[in-house]
């Protein structure tokens, strides 16, 4: 209860200062995934350079991308970075997404996603919350900077931040999605590699609280 309680507070402030609406920005849940896999190691900048390219090409879709020529998606996708690996991941989440579509088991179409080489649970977590609207709590590098930094001494590993935040808010879809939105654009904004406490309007934040400390 302590740390629900200690979430939602924070959720409160974030909401306060960030909007959410439309922030995994869309047109389809197959677009969603796609992006999910090109935003490794990249910028959304170029993730939307990559899929608005597959859009002239009229591909985005599973049936389109799995008929497509390996060098014109490996072009198509190049400003994403990592081209090479992430076509293959992409051709890959293509052949099976719509079996994964019908699927009603959350776990068992994390199973499948996670069989994919090139997918891992922050992947798999985001194509689950963002695209296929299932229960579950993304955590990215964003995520656990900011909670180490308000103060979560005990966080061990990406397990056990998720289980925390699904024991809080079980089955929340919505609130995953915002509370997760505003993290990131706190972490942005504020918390960045090298934090801005001194204009950090979380006042319970451990490492704002104690600005300037290292």
Request: hydrophobic share 40%.
């Amino acid at each position: 209860m302590e740390n629900q309680k200690i979430l939602e507070d924070i959720f409160i402030e974030l909401r306060k200062r960030y909007n959410p609406h439309g922030w995994w920005p869309a047109e389809t849940p197959f677009e969603i995934a796609i992006g999910a896999v090109l935003t490794q190691n990249t910028n959304w900048n170029n993730v939307e350079k990559a899929i608005s390219n597959l859009k002239k090409l009229r591909v985005l879709s599973p049936e389109g991308l799995c008929k497509l020529d390996n060098r014109t998606l490996i072009e198509a996708i190049k400003p994403a970075g990592f081209y090479t690996r992430k076509s293959k991941v992409v051709k890959a989440i293509s052949r099976i997404f719509k079996s994964l579509w019908v699927e009603e088991d959350m776990f068992e179409i994390r199973k499948k996603l996670l069989s994919i080489k090139g997918i891992g649970k922050e992947t798999a977590d985001s194509i689950l919350l963002y695209a296929f609207e299932r229960p579950i709590f993304v955590v990215d590098a964003y995520t656990l900077r900011f909670l180490k930094r308000y103060g979560f001494d005990n966080l061990v590993d990406y397990d056990h931040v998720q289980a925390m935040f699904q024991n809080a808010f079980p089955g929340n879809v919505s609130l995953f999605r915002d509370f997760h939105a505003v993290i990131v654009e706190h972490s942005k904004a504020l918390c960045r590699k090298k934090p801005d406490c001194n204009n950090c309007f979380l006042i319970k934040c451990k490492r704002a609280a104690d600005a300037g400390t290292p």
